[in-house]
């Protein structure tokens, strides 16, 4: 098995500690980190931080399937609701799946041996080289997010 250089990946926890369909919370590299255990046990990691509440609850939230529509049909997408406006988040991308303009941080993330390992901030991001400076932690917005408009409202 190819394992990760330690200096690129942080240990979370092991895999069978996040019940299925659920998220927890972890600390990587000052940032705080949602990773979620889809039924089939794929795992995924988004940033905590919901734009919309303006608060790091995302790992609270509901995990499920929707159907969208693709550029080759219909397709199934692993999202999360936000527990507090309930806007969705594909679990793979860090989409807004009910405002594309929006999108939250999505993770490297890789189980090696049972241990969940999170990584850098996949391209793409919308905040991917932004400086958060532990906002998220303090419950602020991180640096470089635009707040959206009608948020909390």
């Excluded at 919370?25 to 990691?45: E, I, N, S």
């Excluded at 932004?130 to 998220?136: D, P, Q, S, T, V």
Aim: aromatic share 6%; net charge negative; proline share 7%.
């Amino acid at each position: 098995m190819n394992h990760p250089s330690p200096a690129t990946f942080t240990p979370v926890c092991r895999v069978d500690e996040i019940d299925p369909e659920s998220g927890v919370t972890a600390l990587v590299d000052g940032q705080a980190v949602a990773v979620f255990k889809t039924y089939d046990g794929r795992v995924y990691a988004l940033g905590n931080y919901d734009p919309f509440s303006r608060a790091s609850v995302l790992a609270r939230g509901i995990v499920g399937t929707r159907t969208q529509k693709g550029p080759e049909g219909e397709e199934s997408v692993d999202f999360v609701a936000s527990p507090i406006h309930k806007q969705a988040f594909a679990l793979a991308t860090g989409e807004c799946l009910d405002d594309a303009t929006v999108r939250v941080p999505s993770y490297a993330v890789e189980v090696a041996d049972g241990m969940v390992l999170v990584g850098a901030v996949l391209a793409g991001s919308e905040l991917a080289g932004a400086e958060l400076a532990g906002a998220e932690l303090a419950g602020a917005e991180p640096a470089g997010a635009e707040p959206v408009k009608g948020a909390g409202e």
